[in-house]
Antibody, heavy 120, light 111 residues
Framework: QITLKESGPTLVTPTQTLTLTCTFSGFSLSTDGAGVGWIRQPPGKALEWLALIYWDDDKRYSPSLRSRLTITKDTSKNQVVLTMTNMGPLDTATYYC????????????WGQGTLVTVSS | QSVLTQPPSVSGAPGQRVTISCTGSSSNLGAGYDVHWYQQVPGTAPKLIMFLNDERPSGVPDRFSGSKSGTSASLAISGLQGEDEADYYCQSYDTSLSAWVFGGGTKLTVL
């Protein structure tokens, strides 16, 4: 059974760097084809893909946010970490991590999400 | 502006059938990339309810069906039930953007 859970601050101040951790179980990020992605959703708005990391450490980023994002993995801890620099009010959103099904384009398991508010 | 276009809202009475469209372009659906659909009840995480255009994960009722043709896809829900009231998102991959892309979401109201 695959599970994922996001953790990190619920409140960040403008210009700060956000660090979110996705802790997962039920699969290994060292297995061929495995991937974990981050998706966010501002209140009342649509889902937006942010970043994804594959089992082989291949990393992909949203073109519009590439300069602000870094995704890493710690296979031994079953964790994926997303950092986003220079946070602003428009970055207020629920941030989800999700399991990518075997090198496909679909996310088959999602974490519960964590709401991050950017405010001074 | 989402890369995949969905109607903001649809509605139907219990027992009726509704369809939700998802329009893409030659760099995503039209390039042969599959479409997937997620159901999101407010306050909860999205749930995959259709993958590879028309495949249902285990546990998803067969009242849900999907299709794709060219640059468009659709999700149909027949025999509407109150529990189907949720937001629905289509999702695919865009080769021009090298990005996973979502639709803007469609709010389904069961009257």
């Amino acid at each position: 059974q695959i599970t994922l859970k996001e953790s990190g601050p619920t409140l960040v101040t403008p210009t700060q760097t956000l660090t979110l951790t996705c802790t997962f179980s039920g699969f290994s990020l060292s297995t061929d084809g495995a991937g974990v992605g981050w998706i966010r959703q501002p209140p009342g708005k649509a889902l937006e893909w942010l970043a994804l990391i594959y089992w082989d450490d291949d990393k992909r980023y949203s073109p519009s946010l590439r300069s602000r994002l870094t995704i890493t993995k710690d296979t031994s801890k079953n964790q994926v970490v997303l950092t986003m620099t220079n946070m602003g009010p428009l970055d207020t959103a629920t941030y989800y991590c999700a399991h990518l099904y075997s090198s496909s384009s679909r996310f088959d398991y999602w974490g519960q999400g964590t709401l991050v508010t950017v405010s001074s | 502006q989402s890369v995949l276009t969905q109607p903001p809202s649809v509605s139907g009475a219990p027992g009726q059938r509704v369809t939700i469209s998802c329009t893409g372009s030659s760099s995503n659906l039209g390039a042969g990339y599959d479409v997937h659909w997620y159901q999101q009840v407010p306050g909860t995480a999205p749930k995959l309810i259709m993958f590879l255009n028309d495949e249902r994960p285990s546990g998803v009722p067969d009242r849900f069906s999907g299709s794709k043709s060219g640059t468009s896809a659709s999700l149909a829900i027949s025999g509407l039930q109150g529990e189907d009231e949720a937001d629905y998102y289509c999702q695919s991959y865009d080769t021009s953007l090298s990005a996973w892309v979502f639709g803007g979401g469609t709010k389904l109201t069961v009257l």
